[in-house]
């Protein structure tokens, strides 16, 4: 099993940027890491996922100003959002899965308990 605590949610301005962490325990090798959101009426979605041998991936909406990275000696990953607007507005979940990557959120079967991201205008 593996157990998530994400960290570094708040209000940012248009235009700020955000780094959220999330501290992984337990059973962490081989696990592919994955980072979702949830906005308030919509469906959770995809927004990076890195595997254990750190390939990443992200979706098309946070491409070129989102990092992933992961430290697996500190059973840590970092999410680096930059150029942040009012659509990125969201309660952001990291998600872990054993296995290779996957975009699907039905595929990771441990989560966290979210951190709130607000993006003011």
């Known amino acids: 099993q593996v157990q998530l605590v994400e960290s570094g949610g708040g209000l940012v301005q248009a235009g700020g940027s955000l780094r959220l962490a999330c501290a992984a325990s337990?059973?962490?090798?081989?696990?592919?890491m994955g980072w979702f959101r949830q906005a308030p009426g919509k469906e959770r979605e995809f927004v990076a996922a890195i595997t254990w041998s750190t390939n990443v991936y992200y979706a098309d909406s946070v491409k070129g100003r989102c990092t992933i990275s992961r430290d697996n000696d500190k059973n840590t990953v970092a999410l680096q959002l930059n150029s942040l607007n009012p659509d990125d507005t969201a309660v952001y979940y990291c998600?872990?899965?054993?296995?290779?990557?996957?975009?699907?959120?039905?595929?990771?079967?441990?989560w966290g308990q979210g951190t709130q991201v607000t993006v003011s205008s």
């Open positions: 998600a872990a899965r054993y296995g290779g990557y996957s975009a699907n959120d039905y595929n990771y079967l441990y």
């Open positions: 337990g059973r962490t090798v081989n696990v592919a």
